[in-house]
């Protein structure tokens, strides 16, 4: 008989919503942090109504360039939801961007050092939502070719492009990426692509997460990615 491992009987079985979500609380609760990087999308959001499953108190960071940016409109939107909920909103002048932004650098790359130099002053360690997007097929590239060139693309482009700027970028300050845990990989990998994307709609399974836990003017907002901070046309109203 089989001894190990002991759930061999689930290999190669559908994977249903509420184990994900089981497993995203307990990783959630293996995580000593109650801080969040939010930016008002349906992926920090939902982290942030998982989160208060956890803690009495979250503390929520969140950059924009000026009051009327998107993402610090829709974070306030969540946030405001929760009492325990304690958001700071970092909204970095004109002149300390332009000082700040190195030669050859990208808006993004700016926007995220100076977002955790801005939570270093409050935490040393904070939780963010990096790599949900290559696992659930969260980009419009994904819509637009819903295939696994696409999905692998997407997935090795995510060291490079994003998770080696963020450990350069954040500091000292400790990051935390949940939906980067080897066993929620593990198990959103078992997952048909089909089942997270089509030509009508992008990450599935997070929508259908998403629904009736947090408002639903955030899972229909416009996609942007943190790295749009500086960039949004919205923000220079």
Not at 99 to 121: C, H, I, M
Not at 135 to 143: A, I, P
């Amino acid at each position: 008989m089989i001894v190990y491992p002991e759930a061999w009987e689930h290999i190669g079985q559908k994977i249903h919503l509420n184990e994900i979500v089981y497993l995203i609380l307990r990783i959630l609760s293996d995580i000593p942090c109650n801080c969040l990087a939010l930016s008002g999308g349906m992926d920090s959001s939902l982290l942030l109504y998982f989160m208060l499953q956890v803690h009495k108190k979250i503390t929520a960071f969140t950059i924009g360039l000026a009051d009327e940016h998107p993402d610090v409109k829709y974070a306030e939107m969540i946030a405001d939801k929760y009492p325990c909920v304690m958001h700071k909103i970092y909204i970095p002048r004109p002149d300390k961007i332009k000082r700040e932004k190195q030669p050859n650098e990208s808006l993004g790359d700016t926007a995220v050092r100076l977002f955790y130099g801005f939570v270093s002053g409050h935490t040393d360690g904070i939780i963010a939502g990096d790599g949900i997007d290559e696992f659930m097929c969260g980009y419009y590239s994904h819509e637009e070719n819903p295939s696994e060139r696409t999905y692998y693309n997407h997935i090795r482009q995510l060291k490079k492009k994003h998770l080696i700027p963020l450990d350069r970028n954040s500091g000292k300050v400790e990051v935390y990426l949940p939906f980067l845990d080897s066993r929620l990989i593990s198990l959103l990998s078992q997952i048909p692509i089909i089942e997270k994307v089509d030509f009508n709609h992008r990450k599935k399974l997070m929508v259908d997460m998403a629904k009736g836990r947090i408002p639903d003017e955030i899972i229909t907002r416009r996609k942007y990615g943190f790295c749009d901070a500086f960039n949004i046309k919205e923000a220079q109203k």
